[in-house]
């Protein structure tokens, strides 16, 4: 297992960046694969991926099937609009642990991606509720780092993990065996990565 996509968000004002790295064979940074912007406050989801941070050139993107549906997928489609990939929440899973499916264009399940420590995850969800100390709990929390681990939904084996890799700033690194990043378009796992950021408290 070894890093292949670095993801780096930048906050503006009105949008969140992300800057999609490839990485090279020894596991270093190398070229800037995608430039991705969010708009804050849309109705409808929708992440444009462009070929370089001038935004010049449109060359994917990920948008939400439907509006304001917690049980919704997200469609992962080309330029011209041609189905990549899919990924949704899973709603009652994530109620305790964050879980996401990817899917390939077809439909058939590929990864499934889940927040690796439960009991973080529960801290997460319910310090808040504890009187008095709550508050503090919660400030604490921003500054731990949560990642994810991607299983293989055929055998539920681990094939990758998703890493916060520094305090202050969500920078991200995705490992990935040679046989998990084989399995779907790299557009799909730099979507399914920005998603984890962008769309994780939703």
Same mark, same amino acid.
């Given at each position: ?93 994530? +109620? ?6 990817? /899917?390939?264009? *077809? &439909? ?5 991606? =889940?927040?690796?420590? @439960? ?48 305090? +202050? ?6 490992? /990935?065996?040679? *046989? &998990? ?5 790299? =557009?799909?796992?730099? @979507? ?11």
């Amino acid at each position: 297992m070894r890093p292949r996509l670095f993801i780096e968000q930048k906050i503006t004002a009105f949008a969140n960046k992300y800057r999609v790295i490839g990485a090279s064979e020894t596991g270093e940074p190398v070229d800037l694969l995608a430039f991705a912007q969010q708009k804050r406050l849309a109705f409808k989801e929708k992440v444009t991926f462009y070929a370089d941070e001038k935004k010049r050139t449109a060359a994917f993107t990920f948008r939400a099937e439907k509006v304001m549906d917690v049980h919704g997928r997200y469609l992962v489609e080309d330029i011209n609009g041609a189905l990549i990939g899919v990924f949704r929440k899973e709603f009652k899973q994530s +109620l305790l642990i964050s879980t996401w499916q990817v /899917m390939d264009a *077809e &439909g058939n399940a590929v990864f499934t991606v =889940r927040e690796s420590n @439960a009991t973080l995850a529960a801290a997460r969800r319910f310090a808040g509720f504890i009187p008095f100390v709550g508050d503090l709990f919660e400030i604490i929390l921003l500054f731990l780092k949560y990642h994810f681990v991607f299983l293989d939904s055929a055998s539920d084996e681990v094939v990758g993990t998703y890493r916060k890799t520094t305090l +202050l700033r969500d920078h991200y690194t995705l490992f /990935m065996t040679d *046989e &998990g990043y084989g399995r779907t378009d790299w =557009r799909v796992l730099a @979507a399914m990565g920005v998603a984890l950021d962008a769309l994780q408290s939703r």
